[in-house]
């Protein structure tokens, strides 16, 4: 077996474990363990599925995390995961659920693995990347600004519920669950047609890019180029569902902090220049 192919994979296997039996031996829980040796496990999957050239085997992580995500924890188990969750276990005090999974996927781990909660476990986007424009047809328009306002506004609104000490407060996180997750969809179908882009949402709407974009900065885990090997077609900028400037190897490069890790740069290439 080519260890090497598979460097990548064992590098996330090794980091999702990590996390998984530290947090199940020092909260005494053995559902961290379950878990993120989950989640972990299938984004080494897919990744080894990507190294092997097999179609979809983005999604096919998108579908097993995603899913698991929205169904399982959010619904059945009545977990707010989104940022509102956050906010709410925050204030109570309490490490755990959305507070640990934030901590984690969005907040410490993109040091490691930059946005590539965005490529490969988001349940909004698995359903947005389904939808026809891959590529971006126009230019990044200036309105980022949104998601600050979103950001901003889940804040104030836990912040109420504690001040004003509104009753049933478990209540209200599971239908701000359910509600905010059908916004989203709406809002995210609706942009992606209405701007010929898949990713519209994550680019001008999103909140937890607040939180993602300043550690994706500093991510071991990023792609380079081999200035030798580019012919500087272009080819790469104009597949990146981001907007990313590919070939520039500076960490300050425009919408350097967006890098989804989606792959698509690499996979069309012509000469293979661009790598992990």
Known sequence: MNIKKYSLSIFLWVIFETVAVTLWLTMDNIFYLFNF????????????????????????VQLAVGLYMLLYLGILNRENMQIEGFWYY????????AVIHYAVAKIFGPLFFGRGWCGYACWTVM????????????????????RYIIFTASLLF????????????ERIMFWSFI?????????????????????????????????????????????????DKCISCGKCNKVCPMNVDVPNNSRSKENGTECILCLSCIENCPVKSLHL
């Open 179 to 227: 509600v905010g997750n059908v916004f989203y969809y709406i809002v995210g179908i609706t942009l992606a047609y209405a701007f010929k882009d898949n990713r519209a949402f994550c680019k001008y709407i999103c909140p937890i890019t607040v939180f993602l974009k300043p550690m994706s900065y500093f991510s071991l885990l990023r792609i380079k180029n081999d200035t």
């Open 158 to 169: 836990i912040g109420a519920l504690f001040v004003f000490n509104i009753p049933n407060m």
């Open 90 to 97: 925050l204030f109570l005090g309490v490490f755990e659920a």
């Open 37 to 60: 040796s989950y989640i972990g496990s299938c984004i080494a999957i897919g990744t080894a599925l990507y190294s092997n050239k097999i179609k979809y085997a983005r999604h096919m």
């Open 127 to 146: 359903v947005l990347d389904l939808l026809p424009y891959k590529m971006p047809a126009q230019p990044r328009k200036k309105i980022g600004y949104i």
